[in-house]
């Protein structure tokens, strides 16, 4: 087979993570340092397929660090997937999944970035029925406002995106080498996904599924990736 026609679509995401099969490896996989800026939250749009994106001041401080990460990543904007997670665990679909998607500060564009094996790195949440998360209630409403006006609604200062991430996702992740799960699915991500769901109401996730019913891409093939893991 010639160079050029080399099969390159060999980091596919989402996967579905078998935890016989991870390494753990500390040193890779050292405790993630997370910024959130509660002002940098710019406001939340509901596209025509459904969609919700919180968009990220362009300057933001909200930055993430960690040894698996090469440099400093800034905060761009956060989604959701929803009707089912888009990571499996072992099998398991979770019932929805946040995704903070980071831009590696070392790319002069968002284009750029997405050309490059390091260009993204994206942190992903799992969800599962349970109880309520008071902060995605507040953001909820200014979902559900932007979807019926047709237009972007601001994001109040007091709305804390940490109350979205699990407590002990710092140190317990997994992490592997991926692509975007929407066209034109670009393998420019790191991927981090955090090995603790959080929880969101019943209600909260049928609110979701009036936006649209299920937004979430199969599985791809892992090929030889590794996935690595937190220690434990
Ligand atoms: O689905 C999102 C897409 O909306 C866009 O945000 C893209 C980043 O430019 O990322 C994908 S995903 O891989 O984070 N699902
Ligand atoms: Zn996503």
Redesign the pocket.
Known sequence: MSMKKRNVANRQ?PIDIKTKKVVADPDKCSPLTIRFNHGDCVDVAVNDEG?W?VSVRPHSTSLIRGSHLTGTYRL??F?A?WGGS?HLIDGKRFDAEI?F?YWNTRYYS?DEA?KRGDG?A?LGVLVEKGAENTAFTQLLRQIEESNKLGKPVRIPISFDPTRLIPRSGLSKYYTYLG????PPYSEC?VWTVMQTPITMSEAQLKTLSTLTTENWRECQRVHARKVYATKG
């Open positions: 995401s969609n994106k761009l904007q989604h997937h888009e995704h998607v968002m997405c993204l994206v692509g975007l799960t929407t991500v």
